[in-house]
C-alpha cells in the first residue's frame, strides 16, 4: 500500500451498533455493525475462486456486534462478532473501499466507470 495511502488514525465501537474509523487525510468511515459483518471477505463468507459472496446478509441479525476489535499488524482489523464469527479481517484498504458515505460510494462509482 502506498504510503499516501490514508491510514486509520482511530478504530472505535461507537456502543453496540457502529464502528468508526477516523482517516488520516480527515475523512471518517461510520460503518453499521451489520453493514461491516456482510463486507466479510473470508473464505466463509466469500467463495474463494468466484469470489460471490456466500453469506447471506439476511442471516446476520440486526442486532449484531463486535464483542473485540483487534488489529492485525499495521494492515487491518478482526472483529470478533456477537454471532460467532472471528475469521474475517479486515485490511484498511478494504475498510476504505466499502466505506458508505455518499463521498466515498460515488468516488468508487466514478473509478469503476474509468475501469
Same mark, same amino acid.
Given at each position: 500500500?502506498?504510503?499516501?495511502?490514508?491510514?486509520?488514525?482511530?478504530?472505535?465501537?461507537?456502543?453496540?451498533?457502529?464502528?468508526?474509523?477516523? +482517516? $488520516?487525510?480527515?475523512? =471518517?468511515? %461510520?460503518?453499521?455493525?451489520?453493514?461491516?459483518?456482510?463486507?466479510?471477505?473470508?473464505? /466463509?463468507? !466469500?467463495?474463494? +475462486? $468466484?469470489?460471490?459472496? =456466500?453469506? %447471506?446478509?439476511?442471516?446476520?441479525?440486526?442486532?449484531?456486534?463486535?464483542?473485540?476489535? /483487534?488489529? !492485525?499488524?499495521?494492515?487491518?482489523?478482526?472483529?470478533?462478532?456477537?454471532?460467532?464469527?472471528?475469521?474475517?479481517?479486515?485490511?484498511?484498504?478494504?475498510?476504505?473501499? !466499502?466505506?458508505?458515505?455518499?463521498?466515498?460510494?460515488?468516488?468508487?462509482?466514478?473509478?469503476?466507470?474509468?475501469?
Amino acid at each position: 500500500m502506498p504510503s499516501s495511502y490514508p491510514q486509520p488514525v482511530e478504530i472505535r465501537r461507537e456502543g453496540l451498533t457502529r464502528i468508526v474509523v477516523s +482517516w $488520516s487525510d480527515g475523512h =471518517i468511515s %461510520d460503518f453499521t455493525n451489520h453493514y461491516l459483518r456482510c463486507q466479510c471477505q473470508c473464505a /466463509s463468507c !466469500v467463495d474463494e +475462486w $468466484s469470489r460471490k459472496p =456466500i453469506l %447471506d446478509p439476511a442471516s446476520v441479525p440486526d442486532d449484531i456486534y463486535a464483542n473485540q476489535i /483487534s488489529v !492485525v499488524g499495521n494492515y487491518a482489523i478482526q472483529p470478533s462478532w456477537s454471532d460467532g464469527h472471528t475469521s474475517g479481517i479486515f485490511s484498511f484498504t478494504l475498510l476504505r473501499r !466499502v466505506c458508505p458515505c455518499a463521498e466515498c460510494r460515488m468516488a468508487h462509482a466514478e473509478s469503476a466507470a474509468v475501469s
